[in-house]
T-cell receptor
Framework: GAVVSQHPSRVICKSGTSVKIECRSL??????MFWYRQFPKQSLMLMAT?????????EQGVEKDKFLINHASLTLSTLTVTSAHPEDSSFYIC??????????FGSGTQLSVL | GESVGLHLPTLSVQEGDNSIINCAYS??????FIWYKQESGKGPQFIID?????DKRQGQRVTVLLNKTVKHLSLQIAATQPGDSAVYFC???????????FGGGTRLMVKP
């Protein structure tokens, strides 16, 4: 199947710093990518839809200035958690659709803010 | 689409037994469904999919059943193995618009 690469897999940072997470589609182009957040023992929660060449679409309750999304090319979307605080600690996952519907997921990024 | 942050129910089965994981979906207009497996600390992995014009689809050791009348989806795993231990999510897609909505998920624990 298609491969979506997410980097880094784990980040530990101090409160107040910004963290960038990259999501790449390795063998296909993705005009749309999705970013999710997952708390322990819970389901995935869609945060935003990343659109190549235009602004991201955020889900209700997700602060766009807090979670900056950039989809600069057909194979790369980035999520930047700005001025991270302990409550931002979570597992972040990206996904990209291949062939119109089938979504493939990255391996996730565990963010721990001290 | 969005999913609700619910604590996951757990299904515990003996190694070698068959497992059945159930999911209720919300939108009767959804036309495509996917089951994902997520191991601890990893992203979801595609298992099997089914379109709304089908009621059953089989893969290797897995079968998905779709009951549109009651908006119910199930995943059957034959001869469950320890490596099947994970969280399983069903997802529905409406009109191929990539609006993916996840079910709450079920944690499968396989006892040796």
């Amino acid at each position: 199947g298609a491969v979506v690469s997410q980097h880094p897999s784990r980040v530990i940072c101090k409160s107040g710093t910004s963290v960038k997470i990259e999501c790449r589609s390795l063998d296909f182009q993705a005009t749309t990518m999705f970013w999710y957040r997952q708390f322990p023992k819970q389901s995935l929660m869609l945060m935003a839809t990343s659109n190549e060449g235009s602004k991201a679409t955020y889900e209700q309750g997700v602060e766009k200035d807090k979670f900056l999304i950039n989809h600069a090319s057909l194979t790369l979307s980035t999520l930047t958690v700005t001025s991270a605080h302990p409550e931002d600690s979570s597992f972040y996952i990206c996904s990209a659709p291949q062939g119109g519907e089938k979504l493939f997921f990255g391996s996730g990024t565990q963010l721990s803010v001290l | 689409g969005e999913s609700v942050g619910l604590h996951l129910p757990t299904l515990s089965v003996q190694e070698g037994d068959n497992s059945i994981i159930n999911c209720a979906y919300s939108n009767s207009a959804s036309d495509y469904f996917i089951w994902y497996k997520q191991e601890s600390g990893k992203g979801p992995q595609f298992i099997i999919d089914i379109r709304s014009n089908m009621d059953k689809r089989q893969g290797q050791r897995v079968t998905v059943l779709l009951n549109k009348t009651v908006k119910h989806l199930s995943l059957q795993i034959a001869a469950t193995q320890p490596g099947d231990s994970a969280v399983y999510f069903c997802a529905e897609i409406l009109n191929a618009g990539n609006m993916l909505t996840f079910g709450g998920g079920t944690r499968l624990m396989v006892k040796p």
